[in-house]
C-alpha cells in the first residue's frame, strides 16, 4: 500500500500529459471490464448443453430447451438456436444462416478492441510528448551563465520520466488485454464451429433417415 501511495503522489509532478494518459487508462479498463462480463455471462457453455450437442442423436426438443434457459442475449444459445430453427430446411441453407449469425457473434465480440490497440499506440506517444515537454521546461533553466535552478531542472527530468513510464505502463497492460481478448474471441468461434458442425450433422443424419424411410415406404 505504500508503494501505490507513492506512485500516486509522483503522478502529480508528471505534468499535464498524465491527465489525458489516465483517461485513456480508465477507458481501456471500462472496456475490459465490459468483455469480461460478455464473456462470463453471454458466451459460456453450460458443460451439460455442451455434452448434449456431442452425444449422438440428441433431442432437439430438449436441445431448445437448454437453449431458452440462456436467454435471449446469450450470444453462443443465438448461434445454436439458428441451427435448430432451420433445421427442416436443407443443409446447405443451415450453413449459410449459420454462417451469418456468426459473423454477427464475431463482430459483438470483438467490438471495443480496437480501443485498446489505440491505447496500446496512443500512450506511449502521449507519454513521449510528456516526455519532451518536461525536457524542454529542464533546458531552459539551463541559460548562458550556467545552471539557473536546479530544483526546476530536477523536477522538468521527473515529469519527463513520470509521463514516459506511464504511457509505457498503460501500453504494456493494453497490449496484453487486447491479445487476450483477440484469442478469446477466435476460441469462442473455434467452438461455434465445432459444435455447429455437430448440429449440421445431426440435421444431415436427420434428413436421410427421412428419405431412407421415404424410399421403402
Known amino acids: 500500500m505504500h508503494l501505490i501511495g507513492e506512485a500516486f503522489g509522483a503522478l502529480r509532478f508528471g505534468g499535464v500529459m498524465v491527465y489525458p494518459l489516465i483517461v485513456l487508462a480508465l477507458i ?15 458466451v459460456r457453455l453450460p458443460e ?27 450470444l453462443m444459445a443465438s448461434f445454436f438456436a439458428v441451427i ?4 427442416g430446411k436443407p443443409a446447405w441453407w443451415v450453413e449459410s444462416r449459420a454462417g ?8 459483438s ?26 525536457m524542454m521546461g529542464a533546458f531552459k533553466l539551463i541559460g548562458n551563465h ?8 530536477t523536477a522538468g527530468v521527473a515529469q519527463a520520466l513520470i509521463a514516459t513510464a506511464l ?13 487476450f481478448f483477440s484469442r478469446q474471441v477466435s476460441k469462442t468461434l473455434d467452438e461455434m464451429e465445432r459444435l455447429g458442425t455437430r448440429l449440421v450433422d445431426h440435421i444431415r443424419l436427420d434428413q436421410e ?9
Not at 432437439?60 to 435471449?72: A, I, P, T, V
Not at 504511457?167 to 491479445?179: M, R, S, T, Y
Request: hydrophobic residues 50%; aromatic residues 10%; charged residues 20%.
Open 146 to 153: 550556467g545552471l539557473v535552478d536546479p530544483t526546476g531542472v
Open 209 to 217: 433417415g427421412a428419405r431412407v424411410l421415404h424410399e421403402v415406404a
Open 28 to 42: 481501456a479498463m471500462v472496456i475490459a471490464l465490459d468483455k469480461s462480463y460478455v464473456y462470463w455471462r453471454f
Open 100 to 107: 451469418d449469425e456468426a459473423h454477427f457473434v464475431e463482430k
Open 48 to 74: 451439460e448443453l455442451v455434452g448434449l450437442i456431442e452425444t449422438f442423436g440428441f433431442s432437439w426438443d430438449d436441445l431448445e430447451e437448454r437453449l431458452m434457459r440462456l436467454g435471449d442475449r446469450h
Open 167 to 179: 504511457g509505457l505502463a498503460i501500453a504494456v497492460v493494453c497490449l496484453f488485454l487486447f491479445n
Open 109 to 134: 465480440l470483438s467490438r471495443g478492441l480496437w480501443v485498446l490497440e489505440t491505447v496500446v499506440t496512443a500512450a506511449p506517444l502521449l507519454g513521449l510528448l510528456g516526455t519532451i515537454t518536461g
Open 84 to 87: 435448430a430453427q432451420n433445421r
